[in-house]
């Protein structure tokens, strides 16, 4: 039973194990020791390993969540419980992009095919897509622009940030080409680990496997969008826990979110207050202000893949903490006594007769 009404949470976030937690409600954002939301599980061997997308268009309020079965659920946030999916074969690979479109599901894997499937219980026989295409192998992540859902964005490994509609997928609006050799003159791998679109610009921005962030832009005004609260700079995180935004402007690092002690596998700022929510391999749910300052974290037990945010909730934006453990045990070893180095005994001296 949740420990609070599914409505009023401000964050979804996936796990490793399937669970799909909630985190906020009544008491503040991101209260409680389960996120005030508790934690949801279907079928331990159906659900293990999740990711979560926005399925605002299933009657009401709600959370796509897939599974590495490739079944897709839709778990409804205003009934507290699964109402809907179904399956999503096809393709090699976990998925790594899940949308919404009108009444249909959006879904992509690894192996690079984006499919957009009809309404249909997952317990049933499954259907042919509606419409696909093949976005190349090799794929890390795909995405929708907010402001435009048949237009989406996919990028991978040694497979470049491409812009498709899926209208009319027969050939990408937009296709980047690889940057200039480096200093030696050796051609710079492509890995596109991630991307988003851009507030109220025509640009998308990705963030690559060897730590380069890259700002692109399409001729005809094929890209927009919105993601933040974050002017001309965007966040970024990386899989030795290093999370930074960056000014894209000038291309330099303004500040670092502290407080990280594992790879960070999702994060999105709020679209309209100054806040970063992210999660990852340590397990916990953190909030930063985009001051850097760290204002709540949760600990959710299990190694956390992807989150969402509720954006259609009121915030309340939380006061920084004065001082925030990284470690769950610290407490403890505070309170334990400090015990005075012993001080290195004198040299006997020793006489040979």
């Known amino acids: 039973k949740m420990a609070a009404p599914t409505?009023?949470?401000h964050v979804w976030v996936g796990a490793e194990t399937g669970a799909l937690k909630g985190?906020?409600?009544p008491g503040g954002v991101l209260g409680g020791s389960e996120g005030s939301g508790g934690a949801l599980r279907g079928d331990p061997g159906r659900f293990r390993g999740s990711s979560v997308g926005p399925g605002g268009a299933f009657g009401g309020p709600g959370v796509l969540v897939g599974a590495l079965d490739r079944s897709v659920s839709v778990f409804s946030t205003e009934k507290g419980k699964f109402t809907g999916g179904r399956l999503c074969p096809g393709g090699d690979g976990a998925f790594c992009g899940l949308g919404v479109l009108?009444?249909?599901v959006v879904t992509a894997v690894e192996s690079g095919l984006v499919r957009v499937w009809g309404e249909q219980e997952a317990e049933e026989v499954s259907e042919g897509p509606l419409q696909e295409l093949q976005a190349g192998p090799g794929l890390c992540?795909?995405?929708?622009?907010?402001?435009?859902?048949?237009v989406v964005a996919t990028g991978g490994k040694e497979n470049g940030l491409k812009v498709w509609d899926l209208q009319q997928p027969q050939e990408p609006l937009f296709r980047s080409k690889n940057v200039r050799n480096d200093w030696l003159d050796l051609r710079v791998p492509v890995w596109d680990r991630d991307l988003q679109f851009l507030p109220g610009s025509q640009r998308i921005v990705t963030c690559t496997g060897h730590g380069q962030v890259r700002g692109?832009?399409?001729?005809?005004?094929?890209l927009g969008g919105t993601w933040g609260h974050l002017g001309g700079s965007v966040v970024v995180g990386s899989a030795r826990g290093d999370v930074a935004v960056i000014d894209l402007r000038k291309g330099r690092v303004l500040r670092a979110l502290k407080g990280f002690a594992g790879g960070v596998r999702g994060l999105q700022c709020h679209p309209h207050l100054p806040l970063?929510?992210?999660?990852?391999?340590d397990r916990f749910l953190r909030l930063h202000g985009l001051d850097g300052r760290?204002?709540?974290?949760?600990?959710?037990?299990?190694?956390?893949?992807?989150?969402?945010?509720?954006?259609?909730?009121?915030?309340?934006?939380?006061p920084p903490q004065?001082?925030?453990?990284?470690e769950e045990g610290d407490e403890l070893w505070d309170a334990l006594e400090s015990i005075p180095t012993p001080r290195k005994g004198k040299k006997r001296k020793i006489s040979v007769v």
């Open 216 to 222: 692109w832009g399409a001729p005809g005004g094929h």
């Open 141 to 150: 992540r795909m995405r929708q622009d907010p402001a435009r859902p048949h």
């Open 102 to 104: 009108g009444s249909s």
């Open 7 to 9: 409505r009023l949470c």
């Open 294 to 318: 760290l204002r709540h974290k949760v600990y959710l037990k299990s190694r956390l893949t992807c989150l969402l945010l509720n954006s259609q909730l009121d915030w309340e934006e939380p």
């Open 322 to 326: 004065k001082e925030v453990k990284d």
């Open 276 to 281: 970063v929510a992210s999660v990852g391999l």
């Open 23 to 25: 985190g906020g409600g």
